[in-house]
Every structure is written in C-alpha cells, then in structure tokens.
C-alpha cells in the first residue's frame, strides 16, 4: 500500500491536462465538506472594536443627509397642508362660534408640534 | 432590514451613516477572521487585528470604491495585501507561543470532531499555502477564479492550476470518504 507521502508525490506527477479533467461532483462535495467544517466566529465585540477606530464621517456627508432629512419633513407637511380641509374647519368655527384667533393658535400649535416630531424622527 | 451590500455601501459614502458599516462589518467579520486565521497559521490574536485593521482600511477606501468587484472580492483582497505585507516585515519574528496555544487548542477541538472533518483538515495541510489559499477562497468562499486571482494577486493561469492540483490531490487524498458517503 502506498504511504501518504508517496500517494503524494505521485500526484504532483500528474500532468495539466490530466489535472484539469474536472469532477463537478467531487467538487460540490468538497466545497459542502469545507463549509460544514466552518465554524461561525461569534462577534464578540469585534465590530464594536472596528467602529470605534472608525474616523468620523466627513461633514459633507452628514449636512447632506441633514437636508434630506429637513427635506423629507417639509414635503410631508406640504402634503398634510395640502389635503387638509381648511375652508371646512373654518366654516365649522364659525358655526360654532369659537373665536378665529384662538382657531389659528391652536393650528399653529399643532403644526409645530407636528414638525417638531418630524424633525426629531428623521434624525433619529 | 437587510440592505444589500451596495444599498450599505451608498449609504455610508452618501450619508456618513456609519450603522450601515457596522452591518456590513457583522455580515463578513466571521467569514473574513476565519480565512485570516488560516493565513496567519492558526495566531488567532494576528488574524483577528489583520482583519480589523483591513475592515477601517476598507472603511476609507469605500468612497473610491467603483463597484467593479464584489465588497467582499474587495475586502478579501485588502486583508490579503496586509497579511502578506505583515508577513514580508515580520517573518522572524512569529510569536511562538501564541501559535502553538492556538494550535492545541485547535487540536483538542479536532479530536472532538468527525473522522471526516479531521481526515480533510490533515488533506488541507498537505497542498502548498498557494494551493489551501485557492481551495479557501474558490471552493469555499465561492469566489471565482477570477476573483481569487484578483485577491491572490496572480496570474489567473496560477490560480486554475493552484486550485486543479489542489483537486486533484484532495480527489486522491479524500477518496476513501467520498465512496463511504456515495455508498451510503
């Protein structure tokens, strides 16, 4: 019987063209075998380690994002604005007689409010 | 969400948004460690800094990166330059001790394991490092010939033949196991 050494040193024998015939079998085999055989490394505080040494992202970047993000809220509030039934909710306040400087804090409030929390989602 | 790795990558050279790096770096850190450990002959501790130092090297690259490759062909391919780079400044200077810890501890692990597993670890150690490299990267990373060419930084004729030789012992080497399995 053939030691393993020698098994080895006959198969760097081998010539190209008998190397390259391929074994699609073998070779799906193999590949299964290595990736079985691959543990999975548990993080353990390796990423928090990389994005620690990481340099600050570069201001450019973090203004564009921010003005997406301010851009983002505004079109979303014209939107709210657009569809919402003022003439309606005026004509309902005056049905019911509550004062129209009171009516327009309370909107303004509420807008505020509104954008506010926009604001602060999008740059959570 | 799982964002794509280019979906990531635009976000993090558009935005700054650096949450889309960490998910990129927790997408490939086990992967990369485990292929580094092989490079670094088993120094676990070298592997790990390589692959960390190759993870903010990629980090600052990224905005030159064109997206002709693969992230991780890329990735792979900076790690491979700084392993090879340490290797070329420190190669007298091999912690010892620190490989051979990690290789008992490797060895205790593999009398744990299935025949199967420690017969294609002792087949491994018998191609050449060009050789386990091509195998590592095409048969079990699942990168092309191509792209471990890239990686490798060899010609593409080298790589097909690293990787046929490598076959072609690990054919004749693994046989015994592969019959056992066909034959149920």
């Known amino acids: ?124 | 969400m799982d964002l794509n790795d280019e979906e990531l990558i635009r976000r993090i050279v558009e935005d700054g948004d650096q949450r889309a790096y960490a998910q990129l770096v927790r997408r490939y850190q086990s992967q990369l460690r485990f292929s580094l450990r092989q490079l670094c002959d088993g120094d676990q501790g070298l592997a790990d800094d390589m692959a960390q130092e190759a993870f903010i090297k990629a980090y600052k690259a990224l905005p030159a990166f064109r997206g002709d490759a693969r992230f991780s062909t890329w990735l792979y391919r900076i790690a491979y330059n700084l392993v090879m780079s340490h290797k070329r400044k420190n190669a007298p200077e091999v912690n010892q001790e620190l490989v051979d810890r990690a290789q008992a501890e490797e060895s205790v692990e593999e009398s744990q394991q299935l025949g199967m597993a420690r017969d294609l670890h002792s087949a491994m150690e018998e191609l050449s490092e060009a050789q386990r490299q091509a195998v590592h990267l095409c048969m079990q990373r699942g990168f092309s010939h191509e792209e471990a060419a890239s990686i490798m930084k060899l010609p593409l004729g080298t790589v097909k033949s690293h990787v046929n030789r490598a076959r072609a012992k690990l054919q004749s080497l693994l046989q015994a196991w592969r019959e056992e399995v066909v034959s149920g």
């Open chain 1, 1 to 124: 019987m053939d030691s393993f050494d020698q098994k080895l040193s006959k198969n760097d024998g081998m010539t190209d063209s008998a190397l390259l015939g391929s074994d699609p079998e073998f070779d799906t085999w193999l590949s299964r075998q290595l990736q079985f055989d691959e543990p999975y490394l548990d993080d353990d505080g390796f990423c928090e380690q990389v994005m620690a040494k990481l340099p600050a992202p570069s201001k450019r970047s973090e203004k564009r994002a921010t003005r997406m993000q301010y851009a983002a809220v505004v079109a979303a509030s014209a939107i709210v604005a657009w569809q919402f039934p003022f003439g309606e909710v005026l004509n309902e306040a005056v049905r019911q007689s509550v004062s129209l400087y009171s009516l327009v804090g309370a909107g303004l409030l509420a807008s505020l409010a509104a954008m506010t929390g926009g604001i602060l989602a999008a740059r959570r």
